[in-house]
């Protein structure tokens, strides 16, 4: 198949999130498997890894905008450990400042012009490659005029052919937008309407991709259950629960030759499934870096996040005091966020010296040995679409303790008869109360039965959570947009 990516952003050129982790490891593994993939991106003044990048045999581009064309440059590049082929959108109004998701006014009010342009620019650089891709893959909102121009504009060319997949990445995020954004790409103004592209007066850019592309994925079965009910739908339940029958989640894979302990350079001691000695080594190393008591017994619990209200931190904020005083758990926190919860983490620090560690940064070796080093990763998410760091720690023994939502119950299995038989342990309510039942448990387990432990340990270890078993899912899914898209000329 040919597959056309158009994406914000991809590692290892430019990452915010997990969405660049997403689609370039997507990327790759579909070309490994004899797809012709291409990628397209903006040239950001800021991108890493560029120096591989070249103009193209023909570098300037036509980009067919609505009120006047306009002309950018072409960089492309090949991906790393693979055969697909990048793009670099270069067009210094748009991308020559700013950042990612603010453009160069500092501001977000142009991101809907920003990522107009890309979109028109995508799919402009196919015809002028006179390259035509039977699957477009467009991701989050910053996508969403994409399957509009295929349904309006480019219908009738051999761009119109192409099957459109669009995969929310994270629903909150809907790329709110003035009217005008439509005329300036070109989109017919009749599509500004409820069932398209309006909401509350303004342009929202993924409502009118959910309503005009083929088939929309998520990044996990269970999100894509949560998002048609009124508490995760941000919304747009209404829309999805119409598109319901084009839906379908696929959780994401990891990145394995940079998620594994058997060659991570990272970490103090490399260990697998068959040779868990090193995990020891780890923990130690962990607790002199912290600043921990050195006390291979008692549970050592890693949070790996972002600190904000989304990932539920404040409910075990809320119950630490407890669990700090009836278990002998030691936990270390790395990461930055909202002001409030730092604040609270470094209370905790502050009460509990030698059980308690606080980093308020974001390092990527450093994560690397927290995931290593630790006995439970703790992720008790509000919502979570699907989440990486569950997955990490189950590929280094490191056992999750997570709310069951999202790609995290899609993840960890969980075996309240049987703890040895499962890979985690979970709470399904955002409730402080069912948070504390949890650790509690496993913390008890984790002294009760080392037995136990090590087989939740090997079970997460020999998880395949690689991109191909997404890659296979993805594959059938492009066939059966294919096929629909075939019957839209019948």
Excluded at 178 to 192: D, R
Excluded at 194 to 207: A, I, M, P
Excluded at 327 to 343: C, D, I, K, P, R
Aim: negative net charge.
């Amino acid at each position: 198949m040919k597959i056309l990516m158009v994406a914000p952003e991809s590692v290892p050129f430019i990452k915010v999130g997990g969405l660049a982790d997403a689609v370039g490891a997507l990327s790759r593994s579909l070309s490994s498997r004899g797809h012709d993939v291409r990628i397209v991106l903006p040239k950001y003044h800021h991108l890493k890894h560029f120096e591989s990048a070249s103009p193209s045999e023909d570098p300037y581009l036509c980009v067919r905008l609505g009120v006047e064309n306009a002309y950018a440059h072409i960089w492309e590049t090949i991906y790393p450990d693979s055969s697909a082929r990048v793009y670099f959108i270069e067009y210094e109004m748009f991308f020559g400042s700013g950042d990612v998701y603010c453009g160069p006014s500092g501001s977000e009010l142009d991101n809907g012009y920003r990522f107009g342009f890309l979109s028109r620019a995508a799919l402009d650089l196919c015809e002028h490659l006179q390259w035509f891709p039977d699957i477009v893959h467009c991701h989050d909102w910053t996508t969403g005029l994409v399957p509009a121009f295929l349904n309006t504009l480019d219908f009738n060319t051999n761009l119109g052919r192409a099957a459109s997949v669009l995969t929310v990445h994270n629903l909150q995020h809907q790329g709110y937008c003035p009217e005008n954004v439509l005329k300036y790409t070109g989109i017919p103004q009749s599509l500004f309407r409820e069932d398209g592209f309006e909401s509350y007066g303004q342009v929202n850019l993924l409502k009118g991709g959910l309503y005009h592309s083929t088939k929309i994925t998520t990044v996990s079965p269970s999100y894509a259950t949560e998002i048609q009910t009124d508490r995760y739908g941000c919304g747009l339940e209404s829309v999805i629960r119409f598109r319901s029958a084009d839906l379908i989640g696929v959780i994401n894979g990891i990145d394995l030759l940079e998620w594994n302990s058997r060659t991570d350079p990272n970490i103090q001691k490399n260990f697998s499934a068959e040779n868990l000695s090193g995990k020891a080594i780890c923990k130690n190393d962990l607790q002199k870096i912290c600043g921990l008591n050195e006390d291979a017994d008692c549970p050592l619990f890693v949070i790996v996040s972002r600190l904000y209200e989304q990932k539920g931190l404040d409910l075990f904020i809320a119950v630490a005091d407890r669990l700090m005083e009836e278990t002998s758990m030691q936990v270390a926190v790395v990461g930055t966020g909202e002001a409030e919860l730092e604040q609270a983490f470094l209370r905790l620090e502050k009460r509990y010296p030698g059980r308690f560690a606080t980093m308020l940064e974001f390092d990527n070796a450093l994560a690397h040995k927290m995931i290593a080093g630790g006995d439970f990763l703790l992720m008790p998410s509000r919502f979570e679409p699907c989440g990486l760091s569950q997955m990490y720690a189950m590929q280094y023994g490191t056992i999750p303790v997570v709310r069951e939502t999202g790609g995290l119950i899609d993840s960890v299995r969980v075996c309240p008869e049987n703890w040895s038989e499962g890979t985690g342990f979970s709470f399904p309510k955002v409730d402080p109360d069912q948070l504390y039942q949890s650790v509690h448990a496993a913390c008890q387990y984790f002294s009760k039965d080392k037995a136990g432990i090590r087989a939740m340990q090997i079970n997460g270890m020999t998880e395949d959570f690689s991109w191909t078993v997404s890659a296979q899912k993805y594959e059938q899914l492009y066939a059966w947009s294919m096929e629909s898209r075939a019957n839209a000329f019948v």
